[in-house]
């Protein structure tokens, strides 16, 4: 019995089959590149849909407000408890892992796909630049909770 890729060698009495060994990657960054998306993959899809569970089944869609918001970043100059730190942390985990989880298909997509080298390079450095700073905004936004001055005017839904 044998299959695309594979060959059947008979053992005593017993098939067993084996597999053409997977090409070697690059180097070692690509083997961790790889190691990364699998593992952050998986630690993605339970943020997201907890995430999810949150926001549309514990809590109704309609309760999104800048309150439910205050309630879980804290204010600004707020001394933080355990819960607004639990959330922080969670909200941080979630977009750092989704940051670089997506900046790393990018790079894989881009390397397959962008032949000549400096265009490569120039388009990955800045979809770098840009994602460090939409993390940076994004963490600060976290660290320093709620401005409730500066959102006042804002029309929250």
Same mark, same amino acid.
């Given at each position: 019995?044998?299959?695309?890729?594979?060959?059947?060698?008979?053992?005593?009495?017993?098939?067993?089959?084996?597999?053409?060994?997977?090409?070697?990657?690059?180097?070692?960054?690509? %083997?961790?590149?790889?190691?990364?998306?699998?593992?952050?993959?998986?630690?993605?899809?339970?943020?997201?849909?907890?995430?999810?569970?949150? +926001?549309?089944?514990?809590?109704?869609?309609?309760?999104?407000?800048?309150?439910?918001?205050?309630? %879980?970043?804290?204010?600004?100059? +707020?001394?933080?408890?355990?819960?607004?730190?639990?959330? %922080?942390?969670?909200?941080?985990?979630?977009?750092?892992?989704?940051?670089?989880?997506?900046?790393?298909?990018?790079?894989?997509?881009?390397?397959?796909?962008?032949?000549?080298?400096?265009?490569?390079?120039?388009?990955?450095?800045?979809?770098?630049?840009?994602?460090?700073?939409?993390?940076?905004?994004?963490?600060?936004?976290?660290?320093?909770?709620?401005?409730?001055?500066?959102?006042?005017?804002?029309?929250? %839904?």
């Amino acid at each position: 019995m044998t299959t695309a890729g594979s060959t059947a060698v008979k053992d005593a009495g017993m098939y067993k089959r084996s597999t053409r060994p997977a090409p070697p990657p690059r180097n070692n960054f690509e %083997r961790a590149a790889w190691m990364y998306m699998r593992y952050s993959g998986l630690v993605l899809v339970f943020l997201a849909l907890s995430h999810w569970g949150l +926001q549309h089944i514990f809590n109704s869609v309609q309760d999104l407000t800048l309150q439910s918001t205050v309630n %879980r970043w804290g204010v600004t100059g +707020q001394v933080a408890n355990f819960q607004i730190w639990f959330w %922080r942390a969670y909200y941080g985990l979630l977009l750092g892992l989704a940051m670089l989880h997506g900046l790393n298909g990018l790079r894989q997509v881009a390397y397959d796909y962008m032949h000549f080298r400096p265009l490569y390079w120039g388009f990955m450095g800045l979809s770098t630049l840009l994602i460090i700073a939409v993390s940076v905004a994004g963490i600060a936004a976290l660290l320093l909770g709620v401005n409730i001055a500066a959102a006042g005017g804002a029309v929250v %839904r």
